[in-house]
T-cell receptor
């Protein structure tokens, strides 16, 4: 079984400030990790993914995330946010389960960027 | 190229009616997923199709929910005798088959039950 915990339901931040969105996971097997972004009235879009190799992963729109195996975390960061980054962010973990490939999503973190 | 297409984008219906939601996945994607997203909530897995294998229906909340995937492509999610608690956005996603392939999502169908 696997699970994902996004510790913050809402993160308010001012424009041009740095931000970190937290994600912790649990799994009995090796996992692949993803961050998705959802803008209003749209589906989810992939921001970045960790499969293997370097623990620092860079994604689109200036976002990056660091995989920490010992802390079972995959926190998302951006050094300077823009108003347009206001959206819902979902962390997801994927591992083989019962022969099918069904990722588990966190409950989401709403990033609100203020001018 | 074309992404995942869902129709209708919005559906309003009366309690007790049946509804059908459609998903056209990306061509070549053998895996197809349906999720439910209630207002302000995360994604709730409903059902997963992979090629010609039997679908994983473990997420369907009741026997009023069913889904089909014809010819390994288009999928239809059917909700019978709709209830107010069925009001949500229903998202479809497709991917290449592998647990390290990301999912590609449609924009969803917003279902409102009056």
């Amino acid at each position: 079984a696997q699970s994902v915990t996004q510790l913050d339901s809402q993160v308010p931040v001012f424009e041009e400030a740095p931000v970190e969105l937290r994600c912790n996971y649990s799994s009995s097997v090796s996992v692949y990790l993803f961050w998705y972004v959802q803008y209003p009235n749209q589906g989810l879009q992939l921001l970045l993914k960790y499969l293997s190799g370097s623990t620092l992963v860079k994604g689109i729109n200036g976002f990056e995330a660091e995989f920490n195996k010992s802390q079972t975390s995959f926190h998302l960061r951006k050094p300077s946010v823009h108003i347009s980054d206001t959206a819902e962010y979902f962390c997801a973990v994927s591992g083989k389960s019962g022969g099918s490939y069904i990722p588990t999503f966190g409950r989401g973190t709403s990033l609100i960027v203020h001018p | 190229g074309a992404g995942v297409s869902q129709s209708p984008s919005n559906k309003v219906t009366e309690k007790g009616k049946d509804v059908e939601l459609r998903c056209d996945p990306i061509s070549g994607h053998t895996a197809l997923y349906w999720y439910r997203q209630r207002l302000g909530q995360g994604l709730e897995f409903l059902i997963y199709f992979q090629g010609n294998s039997a679908p994983d229906k473990s997420g369907l909340p009741s026997d009023r929910f069913s889904a089909e995937r014809t010819g390994g492509s288009v999928s239809t999610l059917t909700i019978q005798r709709t209830q107010q608690e069925d009001s949500a956005v229903y998202l479809c996603a497709s991917s290449l088959i592998s647990n390290h392939q990301p999912q590609h999502f449609g924009d969803g169908t917003r279902l409102s039950i009056l």
